[in-house]
């Protein structure tokens, strides 16, 4: 079994800059890709972003050039840092680790960002 914990979300005016971290604790195998997906109201859950263990990424067309996923697999955590933030970035921001066919999710942190 697979713990994530986040932390970072908040409010922030446009043009902001937020940063994200997950902590994974449990049963982590290497060769797990991490991520972050977020899910506005009303709306199903969509990638932002995805990282392997060797650092490859990728990132959902809306927020490349703005967003930055890092990982540290000594420590099991990934960061998301998300600079010129837009309102339409507001949504609830969740954690993800995939290793082979098992997902796991954490419980997700706030991203708001006012005009």
């Known amino acids: 079994q697979v713990h994530l914990v986040e932390s970072g979300g908040g409010l922030v005016q446009a043009g902001g800059s937020l940063r994200l971290s997950c902590a994974a604790s449990g049963s982590i195998f290497s060769g797990n890709v991490m991520g972050w997906y977020r899910q506005a109201p009303g709306k199903q859950r969509e990638l932002v972003a995805t990282?392997?263990?060797?650092?490859?990424?990728t990132y959902a067309d809306s927020v490349k050039g703005r967003f930055t996923i890092s990982r540290d697999n000594a420590k099991n955590t990934v960061n998301l840092q998300m600079n010129d933030l837009k309102p339409e970035d507001t949504a609830l921001y969740y954690c993800?680790?995939?290793?082979?066919?098992?997902?796991?999710w954490g419980q997700g942190t706030q991203v708001t960002v006012s005009l």
């Open positions: 990282i392997t263990s060797r650092g490859t990424t």
């Open positions: 993800n680790l995939n290793w082979r066919t098992m997902g796991y």
